[in-house]
């Protein structure tokens, strides 16, 4: 199992980031891979609520996965085959001078025998690519700034 953390401040109250995140169907604005999120489950976003996506990066590919823990406004954790691993995704939240201190902890298992050989050489550019991501997603939270 491979894993990694990034963090960083936005300039927003913590139950805005939350709310914002909380509204996986938000994805597609932040994550550039993912083309569309969609609810498959009825009643209120909580622990056991189901999501599909479709993927367009590194292929075009549908995906799922289930939100693990839902603590308004501190964390949020789903778990699912996200790309070609089995994947736990971590927000954290808390306060803080000027805004919301948010740190995406993931764990990522490769899907496949042959993935584990280059999970290593991946897992660095996977990294790199949600620290973008998050980026993109503070920058729509500030509104552009």
């Known amino acids: 199992?491979?894993?990694?953390e990034?963090?960083?401040?936005?300039?927003?109250?913590?139950?805005?980031v939350f709310s914002f995140l909380a509204d996986f169907e938000n994805i597609p604005?932040?994550?550039?891979?993912?083309?569309?999120?969609?609810?498959?489950?009825?009643?209120?976003?909580g622990v056991g609520t189901t999501y599909s996506q479709t993927r367009s990066v590194p292929r075009p590919s549908q995906e799922g996965f289930e939100v693990t823990v839902f603590e308004p406004v501190h964390r949020l954790a789903i778990r699912g085959?996200?790309?070609?691993?089995?994947?736990?995704?971590?927000?954290?939240?808390?306060?803080?001078?000027?805004g919301t201190q948010l740190t995406n902890q993931v764990e990522l298992e490769p899907a496949s025998g042959p993935l584990r050989l280059i999970a290593p050489v991946a897992v660095p550019?996977?990294?790199?690519a949600v620290a973008a991501n998050l980026e993109t997603l503070k920058r729509i939270l500030e509104g552009g700034r």
């Open 6 to 16: 990034n963090s960083l401040t936005i300039e927003r109250p913590v139950e805005e």
């Open 81 to 98: 085959r996200i790309g070609p691993f089995e994947a736990t995704m971590r927000y954290l939240l808390q306060p803080g001078d000027g």
């Open 1 to 4: 199992m491979e894993r990694f």
């Open 125 to 128: 550019r996977v990294r790199t």
């Open 29 to 45: 604005r932040w994550n550039y891979a993912i083309v569309a999120t969609r609810k498959t489950s009825p009643g209120p976003v």
